[in-house]
């Protein structure tokens, strides 16, 4: 759309350009493709799988991974750092942030025995976290003849 200014015939111009617009959207693009696959790290760990719902979370939480070999990560996901049993009860005693959400989440391997994740348990409760969360990996879907 065009408008008259009066009687000088310059018109002024009153679209608006979205070429700016566009090339940031495509930066933007490319930057999230490229780090998404980054966001995916921490330490690997065969989750059991049970049908429960997805708890949503609002920030990064503070994470307990416990391997095969029963080797402790502890932190967020992007910077665990390796402990034993007892360097964890202390760690969580001493750290600010378990004393101010008193809250962790476990992820244990499926192959670890009982007893150990119950040992490690333990421990955390023994620090004084009181709410702790289980980590694990979705179940598939039920085929329909298996349904209740």
């Not at 959207?25 to 059991?48: S, Y």
């Not at 990064?60 to 910077?79: E, F, M, P």
């Not at 025995?113 to 023994?126: D, F, L, S, T």
């Not at 620090?127 to 349904?147: L, Q």
């Amino acid at each position: 759309m065009a408008s008259g200014t009066g009687g000088s015939g310059r018109q002024t111009l009153t679209e608006i350009n979205v070429t700016p617009l566009v090339d940031v959207m495509l930066v933007l693009l490319i930057i999230f493709m490229v780090t998404a696959p980054l966001i995916q790290q921490g330490v690997e760990v065969a989750l059991p799988e049970v049908r429960a719902q997805a708890v949503k979370a609002e920030e990064q939480k503070l994470v307990l991974s416990v391997k095969a070999d029963r080797s402790l990560w502890l932190g967020t996901d992007d910077q665990p750092a390796r402990l034993t049993l007892a360097e964890l009860e202390e760690k969580l005693r001493t750290s600010a942030r378990v004393s101010r959400d008193r809250e962790l989440f476990l992820m244990a391997d499926r192959s670890l025995p009982y007893g150990y994740v119950v040992e490690v348990m333990a421990a955390v409760q023994r620090a004084g976290v009181t709410n702790v969360g289980m980590i694990t990996n979705p179940a598939p879907p039920r085929p329909a003849e298996e349904r209740p």
